[in-house]
């Protein structure tokens, strides 16, 4: 089955510099690679995804980059503010697996003043 | 929040005991998930249910039986409760968005087996 791998477990950073998490996974039939942010006491929220057949989304802050010959994606988040700090999951889901998501570990992203 | 609600939130339980936990959904969508969050395992999926009593193991299946009598709600179940499934565990629901199908997630009940 599929397994994602995501680096680093935990990541500092000052306000206003830039955070990137990245992530790898090891089937190539996976086509879709969302992102959540997970705050204290909450459920993940989705907050930017990638098809396979993009290299590159943004979103305002927030941009994702997807690398399908090497199996790699990324979140790049860019200005960081005290409100960024939570832990990021990444996740892949595998073409036509009911849209069965395999997660990463997670990184705790403290974003400081 | 996609209008899916878990219940209990909290709940403390005795090794050996049944437990069930509930996700409502209000959007009637057809795809349901149960996964468990652990510290250093991300979450990893349990059931899930693609229809009214149509539903297939997950990762972590084993100790768990799920039941889907209705679209908006569906059950997870340990019939007999261990430590090791102490846990945070969340229900999703698959929704299509502009033609893409996108998953999320509730709140979260946190299990406590003693």
């Known amino acids: 089955g599929e397994n994602v791998e995501q680096h680093p477990s935990t990541l500092s950073v000052q306000e206003g510099d830039s955070a990137v998490i990245k992530c790898t996974y090891s089937?190539?039939?996976?086509?879709?690679f969302p992102w959540y942010k997970q705050e204290l006491g909450k459920g993940p929220q989705l907050i930017i995804d990638?098809?396979?057949?993009?290299g590159e989304k943004k979103d305002q802050r927030i941009a994702v980059t997807l690398n399908k010959t090497a199996k790699h994606f990324s979140l790049h988040i860019t200005e960081t503010q005290p409100e960024d700090s939570a832990v990021y999951f990444c996740?892949?889901?595998?073409?036509?697996?009911?849209?069965?998501?395999?997660f990463g570990t997670g990184t705790r992203l403290q974003v400081t003043l | 929040d996609a209008g899916i609600t878990q219940s209990p939130r909290h709940k403390v339980t005795e090794t050996g005991t049944p437990v069930t936990l509930r996700c409502h959904q209000t959007?009637?969508?057809?795809?349901m998930y149960w996964y468990r969050q652990d510290p250093g395992h991300g979450l990893r999926l349990i059931h899930y249910?693609?229809?009214?009593?149509?539903?297939d193991k997950g990762e972590v299946s084993d100790g768990y039986s799920v039941s889907r009598s209705k679209t908006e709600d569906f059950l997870l179940t340990l019939e007999s409760a261990t430590s090791s499934q102490t846990s945070v565990y969340f229900c999703?629901?698959?929704?299509?968005?502009?033609?893409?199908?996108?998953?999320?997630f509730g709140q979260g009940t946190r299990l406590t087996v003693v």
């Open positions: 996740a892949a889901r595998h073409r036509g697996t009911a849209s069965k998501l395999t």
């Open positions: 249910s693609y229809g009214v009593k149509d539903t």
């Open positions: 959007e009637n969508h057809r795809y």
């Open positions: 990638i098809r396979s057949n993009v």
């Open positions: 089937d190539s039939a996976s086509n879709y």
């Open positions: 999703a629901i698959s929704r299509e968005l502009q033609g893409n199908t996108e998953a999320f």
